[in-house]
């Protein structure tokens, strides 16, 4: 069955520095996303991307973000200078967003640790 | 603002039993409901879509969904301890809108 695959699991990073975190989402759909959850609270959206350019972003989704999809297969999710608020579990997740089925299939997260 | 309102829980059920899982939502505008299922440390993963008024059924599980009264609910039918799990409510205008989550309800299913 096609899963959304996310790499790496989990990614320890000093405050300050830069991280990539990827996504390969499944083949035949056609939106992105990427989803964050701090410990112990709730899921909550970033952004949404389409067509090769981004749909929606939330509040959240400020300057020290940016995504993109470098090739075919690949979604990154890129945070320019981390701060320690910013350790939680990130989430990317796909959809064919095709009318009646808007489904969306979540990765199995990448665990982002600021020190 | 969308909000999506759960009860956290826990909700304690006896293994055979049904479980009924709760969920209200703000935005009238809502277009598609969804329940996940979340084990600690791991991703939601999707266990039903609705997306108009009346019951959707699939295998144990049926999906209840009153746009009217803002409400959105989840039957689990011989409830499994397997089933133990947070159960997390989430909608969507459609299009590029990402879901909004609620806070899940943690239920444990007692053998």
């Known amino acids: 069955e096609p899963e959304v695959t996310q790499t790496p699991s989990h990614q320890v990073t000093q405050m300050g520095q830069e991280v990539i975190l990827r996504c390969v989402p499944i083949s035949n759909h056609l939106y992105f996303y990427w989803y964050r959850q701090i410990l112990g609270q709730k899921v909550e959206f970033l952004v949404s991307f389409y067509n090769n350019e981004i749909s929606e972003k939330s509040e959240i989704f400020d300057d020290q973000f940016s995504v993109e999809r470098p090739d075919g297969s690949n979604f990154t999710l890129k945070i320019r200078s981390t701060k320690l608020e910013d350790s939680a579990m990130y989430f990317c997740?796909?959809?064919?967003?095709?009318?009646?089925?808007?489904?969306?299939?979540f990765g199995q997260g990448t665990r982002l640790t600021v020190v | 603002q969308k909000e999506v309102e759960q009860n956290s829980g826990p909700l304690s059920v006896p293994e055979g039993a049904i479980a009924s899982l709760n969920c209200t939502y703000s935005?009238?505008?809502?277009?598609?409901f969804f329940w996940y299922r979340q084990y600690s440390g791991k991703s939601p993963e999707l266990i039903m879509s609705?997306?108009?008024?009346g019951d959707k059924e699939d295998g144990r599980f049926t999906a209840q969904l009153n746009k009217a009264s803002q409400y959105v609910s989840l039957l689990i039918r011989d409830s499994q301890p397997s089933d133990s799990a947070t159960y997390l409510c989430?909608?969507?205008?459609?299009?590029?809108?990402?879901?909004?989550f609620g806070k899940g309800t943690h239920l444990i299913i007692q053998p």
């Open positions: 997740a796909s959809s064919k967003q095709i009318t009646g089925n808007t489904e969306a299939f």
């Open positions: 609705i997306y108009s008024n």
């Open positions: 935005d009238r505008g809502s277009q598609s």
């Open positions: 989430a909608i969507t205008g459609g299009g590029a809108d990402g879901l909004t």
